[in-house]
C-alpha cells in the first residue's frame, strides 16, 4: 500500500478576501511610516493570531498588505481599501477606527 501526502503551499490557509477591525488599540501603539508596526498591522496580526495562522510577519504599503507565513515561500500579498487612510496615518493626521478589506493579489 502507497501513501501519498500532498504539500499544501502555506499561503492556502489564507481565504482570498477577508476583513480586519482596526481599532483604537491599534491606532494608539501603531507606528507613522513602519510598515511592519502600523494599526493596519496589528490588526492583520490581530486577526491571524485568532484564526490560529502562524505568521512571520505583516507589512503593509499604502496600497497592499504582504503576510509572510514562512521564511521559505513568497509572501502573499493583498490589497487593501484604505490608502488614504494610510497616508493620514503616516502624515500624523488623525484617523479613525474602520474595518479594512483585503482581497488577495494575483
Not at 502555506?10 to 481565504?15: E, N, Y
Not at 484564526?51 to 514562512?70: G, H, M, P, W, Y
Amino acid at each position: 500500500m502507497t501513501i501519498t501526502t500532498l504539500a499544501r503551499p502555506a499561503s492556502s490557509v489564507l481565504p482570498e478576501r477577508f476583513a480586519v477591525k482596526v481599532t483604537a488599540h491599534d491606532i494608539a501603539h501603531g507606528c507613522p511610516r513602519c510598515a511592519d508596526k502600523c494599526p493596519i498591522a496589528l490588526a492583520v496580526m490581530r486577526w491571524l493570531r485568532n484564526q490560529k495562522i502562524r505568521f512571520v510577519t505583516v507589512t503593509v504599503t499604502s496600497v497592499e498588505v504582504a503576510i509572510n507565513l514562512d521564511w521559505h515561500t513568497p509572501s502573499p500579498r493583498y490589497w487593501h481599501d484604505s490608502e488614504s487612510w494610510v497616508h493620514d496615518f503616516d502624515r500624523v493626521n488623525a484617523v479613525e477606527p474602520r474595518t479594512v478589506v483585503l482581497a488577495k493579489l494575483p
